[in-house]
């Protein structure tokens, strides 16, 4: 049997689906804390390897503002790319502009390659080359009816023959079957 070469995460919070590599599994954990004051919600994907979790490989941004606002307050010429307004909301997402501190080596002043050269292939790909992919990945999914039926009740419930003229009979305040007798 062949194993799925893609996943499906679905957020039920803000109704959105994105589609990730099924490698991702592997290398990504979820954190979903918000670290900006600015923003309602937060999903970050951060890049795990050999048990370790380092910095995001893609964070997923919820703002309560219209598009117009977003480009009003100067988003548009931040890190941040815009994916979508949906809901009274804009959806963005992020990558790192650079590898993670813990794969700096001091004494170089540069990378440290040799230790984590395949971690740091690893995150140059999920980060430049996946997670524009999986960004525009999103759905979002239609809205359930989340209004509760409330039946109507009427003072006056009226039989449904009518009379001889073709008005109905009704008596006030007495509630009477709507069944039809022949």
């Not at 951060?46 to 997923?60: E, M, P, Q």
């Not at 997402?93 to 001091?106: G, I, K, N």
């Amino acid at each position: 049997m062949k194993k799925p070469s893609h996943f499906v995460y679905r957020n039920t919070r803000y109704g959105f689906t994105l589609r990730f590599p099924a490698w991702w599994r592997t290398y990504a954990v979820i954190d979903r804390r918000r670290q900006s004051s600015d923003t309602e919600y937060e999903l970050h994907f951060r890049f795990r390897y050999k048990g370790k979790v380092y910095d995001d490989a893609l964070a997923i941004m919820v703002f309560h503002m219209t598009r117009q606002e977003w480009n009003r307050e100067g988003y548009d010429d931040s890190p941040l790319i815009f994916l979508a307004e949906h809901g009274g909301r804009v959806f963005a997402y992020m990558t790192p502009e650079e590898l993670p501190e813990a794969f700096y080596d001091p004494k170089t002043n540069d990378y440290d390659y040799k230790r984590y050269g395949a971690a740091i292939r690893l995150l140059k790909r999920m980060v430049n080359q996946d997670a524009p992919r999986i960004a525009s990945s999103i759905r979002f999914l239609p809205q359930a009816n989340t209004a509760r039926s409330v039946p109507y009740r009427a003072q006056h419930v009226c039989n449904a023959r009518t009379g001889p003229r073709g008005k109905q009979r009704c008596r006030k305040g007495k509630k009477r079957s709507t069944s039809h007798r022949h």
